[in-house]
């Protein structure tokens, strides 16, 4: 956010403004928007609520007349980047909202930037818009704001995270999030597949599925059917598998049930690919997690996964470091891990988190060997990845454009790729035509650690 002046996700305001719709006196509001695709999706519901009512969005903050910052609020590194951000908005425009997962401790945002107009947690958009009106009274023009607006989208046309439930029900001692955002709360599947339904109806050709806890879709709800639409993952997906676009799969815990949900990939409904949060393989550190998962029974669950669906792209994130892991723990991590063979992992050392339980255990690791040993995980990992994409080399597939840049060159993602947190693949040559949102069919030619590099693939 160095630019001059200082935009608000320089990204994705494009979308956001509609210069050309806004009104002499229009009200006008920015939005900064930090952490996870989860909080993109309650900023995308806040603007759209916003405009419904007749204010304009501002991509920079000398055109705002307030800016709200949606926060993250999951590690110390999240909750000091927030509040830099809260800083950097009271400092260029003065007039600041504060909410998301970091407003669920107003005391600790107060303390740093007590000038801030108003703190509301995640999720509370009654709270965020009584804000807004308080500091901002919105102008209605009863010829204009009475026409139904359409959703603001924080994200490209061409795909769009499709949120399906609220909180969490597992108390993992690393982790805040039920403290924040609550037990976990399903919305109803018939509303989700009308939403998605509307997503495709304007262009988006991937919808990218996301909640705290994506497999436990349904049961605070008792998995209930509503208007031909039953409340149940497996369910879900076939139903959003139908409407043409591809879907992607977030946040999956490995229950027996994932199982049901191969059989799709397969079929073609939805893609193969599953983002499941194992952190750990040591059953003695999974235990001081109080992870809901059993790493004896993972390498089972991922072997069968592999013989349904030998296509199948799995993504994983892990925490090193966790207090009382030893050095033997973590070697069988890494053997877990050379067994494993995933396609795709993310790593973290673990760190502190106010409110967390796992800061009372005892034998806390020293920083350094934290250090060392994400170093030693992630060159594991990237050699597992240096020789899965070099494999490649020579297969055809089918990607989706992203983006073309001025040079020509086309960043592109495979059906193993999700935007922003995985490789991409890239064509240089013959690109005229291409667009973003495009699905064309390539022939890759080369690969690096966790990049492709294909041509267009001209059918014989």
Same mark, same amino acid.
């Given at each position: ?7 608000? +996700? ?177 919305? /109803? ?17 991937? !919808? ?7 497999? *436990? ?12 639409? +039953? ?6 997906? +076939? ?16 229950? /027996? ?13 939805? !893609? ?44 994983? @994130? ?92 086309? @960043? ?5 790729? *999700? /935007? ?20 064309? @069919? ?19």
């Amino acid at each position: 956010m160095s630019q001059n002046p200082p935009q608000l +996700r320089p990204d994705i305001a494009p979308r956001a403004l509609m210069r050309d719709s806004t009104r002499p006196g229009q009200p006008t509001i920015g939005m900064v928007s930090l952490g996870c695709p989860k909080a993109l999706v309650d900023s995308e519901r806040i603007l759209t609520r916003l405009r419904a009512e007749g204010y304009a969005i501002s991509p920079d903050y000398t055109g705002a007349d307030a800016v709200i910052v949606n926060t993250c609020g999951f590690l110390d590194s999240a909750k000091a980047e927030s509040l830099d951000a809260i800083g950097e908005a009271l400092t260029e425009n003065g007039r600041v909202i504060v909410t998301g997962c970091l407003g669920a401790e107003p005391d600790y945002i107060t303390g740093a930037h007590p000038k801030v107009l108003a703190v509301t947690g995640p999720h509370q958009y009654e709270q965020v818009l009584d804000a807004v009106h308080k500091a901002v009274p919105p102008k209605p023009d009863p010829f204009v704001d009475l026409l139904p607006a359409s959703s603001v989208s924080l994200t490209p046309r061409h795909y769009s995270y499709l949120k399906i439930s609220e909180g969490c029900n597992h108390k993992c001692k690393f982790c805040i999030i039920p403290d924040m955002r609550g037990k976990l709360v399903s919305r /109803p599947a018939h509303a989700i597949i009308r939403e998605a339904e509307k997503l495709v109806e304007a262009g988006v050709r991937e !919808l990218l599925v996301i909640s705290q806890d994506t497999s *436990a879709y349904g049961v605070d709800i008792k998995h209930a059917e509503d208007r031909g639409h +039953r409340a149940h993952i497996t369910d879900l997906a +076939r139903d959003l598998g139908s409407l043409g676009a591809w879907v992607r799969l977030h946040y999956v815990y490995p229950y /027996p049930h994932v199982r049901d949900l191969i059989p799709l990939m397969a079929d073609g409904l939805i !893609l193969p690919y599953l983002d499941i949060p194992f952190q750990h393989a040591h059953p003695d550190t999974l235990k001081r997690m109080a992870r809901p998962a059993h790493a004896e029974r993972t390498l089972d669950h991922i072997a069968a996964w592999r013989d349904i669906c030998p296509d199948i792209t799995l993504r994983s @994130t892990f925490i090193v470091g966790y207090p009382g892991e030893t050095e033997a723990e973590f070697q069988t991590l890494l053997d877990w891990l050379d067994e494993a063979q995933l396609d795709r992992v993310g790593c973290f050392q673990y760190e502190n988190v106010a409110g967390a339980r796992a800061n009372a255990l005892p034998d806390h690791v020293p920083a350094e060997v934290k250090a060392d040993r994400l170093d030693r995980f992630m060159q594991k990992a990237q050699a597992i990845s240096e020789a899965k994409l070099a494999a490649k080399v020579g297969q055809v597939m089918q990607v989706i454009v992203d983006d073309i840049d001025e040079d020509g060159i086309a @960043t592109c993602r495979t059906k193993a790729d *999700a /935007p922003e947190i995985d490789g991409n693949l890239f064509i240089d040559e013959n690109t005229d035509g291409l667009a973003a949102g495009d699905i064309v @069919t390539v022939e890759v030619d080369e690969a690096g650690e966790y990049d492709l590099w294909g041509k267009l693939h001209a059918p014989r």
